[in-house]
């Protein structure tokens, strides 16, 4: 199963966050609740505007999150949802896809 299986797909319609984290939930210390808390963390309403996907990544792996922040922005172009859709031009399922790939590099380690 890939994180992009549940973006903005039926039944589930998760948000960027919500689909990373749906994968990975396993690894949040409140799997119950996770998608519930990322719920509002989708199509730029995350904290400061970052990406979803980026988000959920870093709650997924605090430990990590220095490096996936940097990794992220280096694979998508940003860190904000809006400079990452309109000046880099990347597509949201990009961004899940990327933080699912960072996700699966970094627990590794």
Not at 63 to 82: M, P, S
Not at 87 to 105: G, Q, R, S
Request: glycine content about 6%; proline content about 6%; hydrophobic content about 40%.
């Amino acid at each position: 199963m890939k994180a992009t299986d549940t973006f903005r797909t039926q039944p589930w319609c998760h948000n960027c966050a919500q689909a990373v984290a749906n994968k990975w939930c396993n690894l949040y210390p409140s799997p119950s609740t996770i998608l519930d808390e990322l719920a509002l963390s989708g199509s730029g309403r995350a904290e400061g505007g970052l990406c979803g996907a980026l988000v959920a990544a870093q709650k997924a792996l605090p430990q990590h999150a220095e490096e996936i922040t940097k990794a992220f922005e280096e694979k998508v172009g940003g860190l904000l949802c809006r400079d990452i859709k309109l000046m880099a031009k990347t597509p949201c399922p990009e961004c899940v896809n990327t933080a699912d790939i960072l996700i699966e590099e970094f627990s590794k380690k």
